[in-house]
């Protein structure tokens, strides 16, 4: 073999010497070309093992133990290692591109390459496929890589030096300027004081003699001395974000709370990431400290910098135009402007999919009647792939348990035909679906209620979402607090909630410094909106949410609501600051409302934005109970609520509207409240458990005829396990007997 390597060598130089020329083909087809100098060590050992012939060893001992040498000596070569771990990363190869990514890039190294190449294909490390002329790693490459990298880890460790494991997934040697060059980098130290912080770590870290040292460690010992040296602004910079060892456990072992499987798993820890690092790093500190304590709550704070709440959008000019994504999400099927059916519903499922990644909450699509008016003439085929399509677009990803909501918007009083075989669609997809991702917001200010109401109480009773409303509004009752009506796409920012309580609770009974403290409380929390629409817009323009900038030019066409919603306010001025529920009292919760509307008027001038209030459900409504009950005790003004949550718009019962006038306590107060609301105020028709389609029915139109706007609501029984739900039942499920009732 060694005389072999040698003529081929000799015969290359021949060439050389007479000028001709030879291809990165010609050597791919006589690899064994090409001599390094640098080898001759490789091959003294090659032909060590051809003249080993020990009697001592049996044939298949011989043969094993020089197979294992001829290994080790083809991975003496850290050009053999480097061409393995480029086969091993990159794949499959042609020769031209693994020389190239190889460094041999000039053609007198052509020889060289082939020469290596050789070796590892006779060692059965590389295997070369013919038909593709391509190159890739076998098996036992990857073996002899995974034990020459362990081999490098342990004789790193076993030398006695420190070395750190770092969050890129490698061990390096110890180096104290690398801690310099963090400092200085990461948290703006001054060089000076950079080595001197780096200087006292160090002598921590060898005076403890840790055994495994992490590139974690580090950081908390450098925070530590930052501290003890009273540089508080300096550690914040410098804090990692993450969870404990423990949290994470937990997360895993209590999988009850992931329901969108290990993609929800990774959103939920992401999202804590980026929580803290809203609450430490981008949020003023007294707004955040005023989250903290439960003097107001936001909602949704892993990406309350990066997405919009809620959006308003017409899908009719995107599906007819045709998205464009630019390079984003490039494993996602490009949407052509459509024209036929089968493609207009097939974009429909995507940009719904689409636009829910784009929004916390909820997006409200309009233009879906007018979308479809051309295809009147096949209602039964738009009822199915309309069906399917709502289907498929439901299974996008979440943000948090409760999902991105999705409402469809129909203004009856248009195309009754669509809009009937767009509500059956609804109907057939909440059959199939437990709980719909999916709603409907009927807008009845051109259109009667008693054309659609027998279909709408049919879905309501099989646990569908509905929500009536005129002009834009959200499911949640929070109204486009836009002023440009003809704008394509309006956007709210609606996350940020006020703990009326407690505000209460610090007043001291005083009904004018309760409105006071509502007022300072208001300026910081909408200037921290303020900057979140600017983040978000930044990120936006920057191709995170490819829809909103690609398509819409929202930055330049839009318009932007800052919504700040206002919680238990009936147990402030009733319970708390102690005024009777009568006319007095309710005058005074009045003015509680205007004093937040001036304000916010006022402050939305100042940052030349629109500002609303508003009255809606939120998350913040139990949290803040539970806060102020530990904070204060289980007091009248707790023990007087209903549940374990303050009051969040107004609640009336269907069995009672019968009943009912315009001049009636909770009518009457419900449309005073919304008026006097500049962002819509949340009124909930409960629905008893047992009603049937008929009562359902009545109530609805009885309830439209009193209010402008209101959310039917009624508890459905669903299988946590199966998620059966077509009839109702409260012990355990009568299909699966599962007890686990949601």
């Known amino acids: 073999m060694f005389r072999n390597d040698l003529d081929t060598s000799l015969i290359y130089s021949l060439v050389k010497k007479k000028n001709m020329k030879m291809s990165d083909e010609d050597l791919e087809l006589d690899i064994d070309v090409g001599l390094d100098e640098?080898?001759?060590?490789?091959?003294?050992?090659?032909?060590?093992?051809?003249?080993?012939?020990?009697?001592?060893?049996?044939?298949?001992?011989?043969?094993?133990?020089?197979?294992?040498?001829?290994?080790?000596?083809?991975?003496?070569?850290?050009?053999?290692?480097?061409?393995?771990?480029?086969?091993?990363?990159?794949?499959?190869?042609?020769?031209?591109e693994l020389k190239s990514l190889a460094g041999f890039k000039s053609k007198k190294e052509s020889g060289k390459f082939a020469y290596h190449l050789r070796k590892l294909l006779r060692q059965s490390l590389v295997a070369l496929n013919k038909s593709e002329r391509r190159y890739t790693i076998t098996n036992l490459?990857?073996?002899v890589l995974s034990l020459a990298r362990q081999i490098e880890e342990r004789s790193i460790i076993e030398s006695g030096k420190m070395y750190v494991r770092t969050s890129h997934q490698s061990i390096e040697e110890f180096n104290s300027h690398k801690i310099i060059q963090s400092l200085v980098r990461e948290g703006s130290l001054p060089l000076e004081l950079a080595q001197k912080i780096t200087e006292e770590v160090e002598n921590r870290i060898y005076k403890y003699q840790t055994t495994y040292l992490t590139g974690s460690l580090i950081r908390e010992m450098v925070n530590s001395v930052l501290l003890e040296h009273g540089h508080e602004e300096y550690r914040n910079k410098l804090a990692r974000l993450g969870l404990p060892?423990?949290?994470?456990?937990?997360?895993?072992?209590?999988?009850?709370?992931?329901?969108?499987?290990?993609?929800?798993?990774?959103?939920?820890?992401?999202?804590?990431?980026?929580?803290?690092?809203l609450l430490t790093n981008i949020l003023p500190k007294d707004v955040a400290d005023s989250h903290l304590s439960g003097d107001l709550h936001i909602t949704n704070p892993g990406i309350w910098s990066m997405i919009p709440d809620t959006i308003f959008v017409n899908v009719k000019e995107l599906i007819e135009d045709g998205i464009n994504l630019g390079g984003k999400y490039l494993d996602v099927s490009r949407i052509p402007a459509s024209k036929?059916?089968?493609?207009?519903?097939?974009?429909?499922?995507?940009?719904?999919?689409?636009?829910?990644?784009?929004?916390?909450?909820?997006?409200?699509?309009?233009?879906?009647?007018?979308?479809f008016t051309k295809h009147?003439?096949?209602?039964?085929?738009?009822?199915?792939?309309?069906?399917?399509?709502?289907?498929?677009?439901?299974?996008?990803?979440?943000?948090?348990?409760?999902?991105?909501?999705?409402?469809?918007?129909?203004?009856?009083?248009?195309?009754?035909?669509?809009?009937?075989?767009?509500?059956?669609?609804?109907?057939?997809?909440?059959?199939?679906?437990?709980?719909?991702?999916?709603?409907?917001?009927?807008?009845?200010?051109k259109g009667k209620i008693t054309d659609v109401s027998e279909s709408i109480a049919e879905i309501i009773s099989i646990g569908g979402h509905v929500m009536f409303a005129k002009g834009q509004t959200s499911s949640s009752g929070v109204t486009n607090g836009s002023t440009k009506i003809t704008a394509p796409l309006s956007i709210n920012l609606e996350s940020v909630s006020i703990n009326l309580p407690r505000l209460a609770f610090?007043?001291?009974?005083?009904?004018?410094?309760?409105?006071?403290?509502?007022?300072?409380?208001?300026?910081?929390?909408?200037?921290?909106?303020?900057?979140?629409?600017?983040?978000?817009?930044?990120?936006?323009?920057?191709?995170?949410?490819?829809?909103?900038?690609?398509?819409?030019?929202?930055m330049q066409r839009s318009s932007v609501s800052l919504v700040v919603n206002l919680v238990g306010l009936k147990e402030s001025v009733f319970n708390i600051l102690g005024f009777q529920d009568n006319k007095e009292g309710r005058d005074i919760l009045h003015k509680v409302i205007e004093t937040a509307v001036d304000v916010g008027a006022k402050k939305g001038k100042e940052l030349g934005d629109t500002v609303a209030i508003c009255m809606t459900e939120t998350e913040a409504s139990i949290r803040f109970a539970t806060l102020d009950g530990e904070k204060y005790g289980k007091n009248s003004a707790l023990n007087s609520m209903e549940g374990d949550s303050y009051s969040q718009g107004i609640v009336i019962n269907a069995s009672e509207i019968a009943n009912l006038t315009n001049k009636s306590e909770p009518i009457a107060e419900a449309n005073k409240l919304s008026k006097i609301l500049s962002g819509g105020l949340l009124v909930t028709l409960q629905i008893d458990s047992d009603a049937k389609v008929a009562d359902?029915?009545?109530?609805?139109?009885?309830?439209?005829?009193?209010?402008?706007?209101?959310?039917?609501?009624?508890?459905?029984?669903?299988?946590?396990?199966?998620?059966?739900?077509?009839?109702?039942?409260?012990?355990?499920c009568p299909k699966c007997k599962s007890p686990y009732v949601v």
């Not at 044939?59 to 480029?86: C, E, H, W, Y």
């Open 38 to 96: 640098d080898d001759d060590d490789d091959l003294e050992l090659e032909s060590d093992l051809d003249s080993d012939s020990s009697p001592k060893r049996s044939g298949i001992l011989q043969s094993t133990s020089k197979r294992v040498r001829m290994i080790f000596s083809v991975m003496a070569s850290p050009n053999r290692i480097d061409i393995l771990r480029i086969l091993n990363s990159k794949g499959p190869l042609t020769y031209s």
């Open 696 to 732: 359902i029915k009545k109530a609805l139109e009885k309830t439209s005829s009193l209010t402008t706007s209101f959310k039917p609501v009624r508890k459905i029984a669903i299988c946590g396990e199966c998620g059966f739900k077509d009839e109702p039942f409260e012990d355990k």
């Open 376 to 445: 009147s003439k096949s209602l039964p085929e738009l009822e199915q792939k309309l069906t399917d399509a709502f289907a498929t677009a439901s299974t996008t990803a979440k943000y948090n348990k409760t999902s991105t909501k999705v409402s469809i918007r129909l203004q009856l009083g248009t195309d009754t035909k669509i809009i009937n075989s767009i509500i059956n669609a609804y109907k057939n997809y909440t059959k199939i679906t437990p709980i719909p991702k999916i709603g409907l917001i009927i807008d009845a200010e």
């Open 506 to 554: 610090e007043s001291n009974k005083d009904e004018t410094y309760f409105r006071a403290r509502l007022a300072l409380l208001m300026k910081p929390a909408l200037a921290s909106m303020a900057l979140r629409k600017k983040e978000i817009s930044d990120l936006t323009r920057r191709g995170l949410n490819p829809i909103l900038a690609k398509n819409t030019q929202y």
């Open 340 to 371: 036929q059916l089968d493609e207009i519903t097939s974009s429909l499922s995507i940009v719904i999919a689409l636009l829910s990644k784009e929004a916390s909450q909820e997006v409200v699509i309009d233009g879906l009647v007018q979308l």
């Open 141 to 143: 490459g990857k073996l």
């Open 245 to 277: 060892v423990y949290d994470v456990q937990e997360m895993i072992s209590n999988l009850d709370n992931v329901d969108n499987g290990a993609e929800g798993l990774l959103f939920n820890t992401g999202q804590k990431v980026f929580a803290e690092h």
